[in-house]
């Protein structure tokens, strides 16, 4: 689970930024909030940003998914660290970029941090903190790794510390040089955490050409459900050369796909999704339809160009919902802009669909930027489980739990008191009709 996350000097974030998904004394809605007994507090399934453009929502999405990918791929030899320090004035600009990951792994909790330049990491430390003590396992500054007097005698640490690169974690190194004593960390990052961007694509079709697939079951199930005017997915076999791709990647895939590997494809042009494998020395096409009843009750097949970018959406999102909803999942899954395409009754029903399995021994999480402020609803969210981002006149973001201004009840109109600008991250806009558009059309 996420317990919080921390940031500094990155894009409009220019001071130190945190949020944190420990649950406040708030009662409404405690029966689903998961409850760590080891450390006597309460972490919340859940948790809503919302703001205006620019306001820092995406942003913030854009810091996790640089910290994951920066643990999970690393960077190449003589690369670029690709962080971004905020720009609107001329000392941020050479300051280190800093971030913090607090995390529940196995009922133990981890705070893990660095910073960065562009050129390299300036720090980074691994905390363990276990319900008796406090552990720093590294502490890794002015070149040296400052280990736990426990790992200081292991040489296998040693040697992964002495081949770490200057523009490299050395949670990363560690874990490329086969040293296992950090990997529960690692793995959280590359198999819990899950970003899903406004234009991601669904990364799991290829269980769809797997009718014996749960997700295959359950997506058709639900997608039923949804009035998507979608009665089932299916797969067709497709002539390999019939794929809309550049030949080079043809040739490429022909070179590169053997009896055991599966490539996935999507056409970004059709919103077509394909797979190709090899069987039996030969390469073998599928191609990801839509079915739909008509008027006879047969089935009709579309395209997926032919379907509405919401229900597209909703294709690319459930699955990750769905996940979460599985038997003893811990997935922590972020969502930019849950709403694109989606009409708000659909985006609650899947909000409260996750919801209604979420109780005391839960350990999954979905975090979510939104612009739709009918999710704004104290029915459906409590006040710590929502946030906005705003931007100052300086161009500088911020974020603040809902649960910090002591006159919004739980009982109150909270939508209302954020139109009425009393909780920030609305839009400040200042638009004069009479100089920039014509008057008839204001």
Excluded at 264 to 280: A, G, Q
Excluded at 306 to 332: A, H, M, T
Aim: with cysteine.
């Amino acid at each position: 689970m996420l317990i919080g996350f921390e940031i500094e000097n990155w894009m409009s974030y220019k001071g130190k930024t945190e949020f944190s998904m420990i649950a406040s004394r708030e009662r409404q809605h405690g029966e689903r909030v998961p409850k760590i007994p080891k450390f006597q507090s309460r972490i919340l399934p859940i948790a809503s940003i919302y703001g205006g453009n620019a306001s820092g929502k995406t942003n913030f999405f854009k810091a996790i998914d640089f910290v994951k990918d920066f643990v999970v791929e690393g960077t190449k030899p003589d690369s670029m660290i690709l962080c971004e320090p905020f720009r609107l004035d001329n000392e941020s600009a050479d300051k280190p970029t800093s971030f913090k990951t607090v995390m529940l792994i196995d009922e133990v909790i981890y705070d893990y941090s660095f910073s960065v330049t562009r050129k390299a990491v300036i720090n980074e430390r691994l905390v363990q903190i276990t319900s008796t003590n406090e552990k720093v396992l590294y502490d890794r500054k002015d070149g040296n790794p400052n280990f736990h007097k426990s790992l200081k005698r292991d040489g296998l640490l040693k040697f992964a510390f002495m081949g770490t690169r200057p523009n490299q974690l050395f949670l990363t190194n560690s874990v490329s040089q086969s040293v296992d004593t950090f990997r529960n960390v690692y793995d959280w990052f590359k198999n819990t955490l899950v970003l899903i961007a406004p234009d991601a694509r669904f990364g799991r079709y290829e269980s769809f050409f797997d009718d014996s697939d749960p997700l295959f079951k359950k997506m058709n199930t639900i997608l039923s459900q949804l009035d998507t005017g979608i009665a089932s997915l299916k797969y067709i076999n497709v002539p390999f050369d019939s794929i809309p791709i550049p030949e080079q990647i043809k040739i490429k895939l022909k070179e590169d796909i053997s009896d055991k590997t599966v490539a996935k494809l999507h056409s970004p042009d059709t919103s077509e999704r394909y797979i190709v494998m090899r069987v039996d020395g030969e390469l073998i096409a599928k191609k990801l339809v839509a079915y739909h009843k008509n008027k006879s009750g047969s089935d009709e097949k579309f395209e997926f160009q032919q379907e509405s970018d919401g229900s597209l959406r909703v294709i690319d999102l459930l699955p990750s919902f769905i996940r979460l909803s599985e038997f003893n999942s811990n997935r922590v899954i972020i969502v930019d802009e849950l709403n694109r395409s989606l009409h708000t009754q659909l985006t609650k029903q899947l909000i409260r669909c996750y919801l209604a399995n979420c109780d005391e021994k839960y350990r999954s999480q979905l975090l979510f930027t939104t612009h739709d402020l009918l999710l704004m609803d104290q029915q459906l969210l409590r006040r710590d489980e929502m946030w906005a981002a705003d931007r100052d006149e300086e161009g500088i973001s911020s974020l603040r739990a809902f649960i910090e201004f002591k006159e919004i009840r739980y009982d109150k109109d909270i939508m209302k008191s954020y139109l009425q600008g009393r909780l920030g991250g609305i839009p400040k806009i200042t638009l004069k009709k009479d100089k920039v558009l014509n008057d008839r059309k204001c």
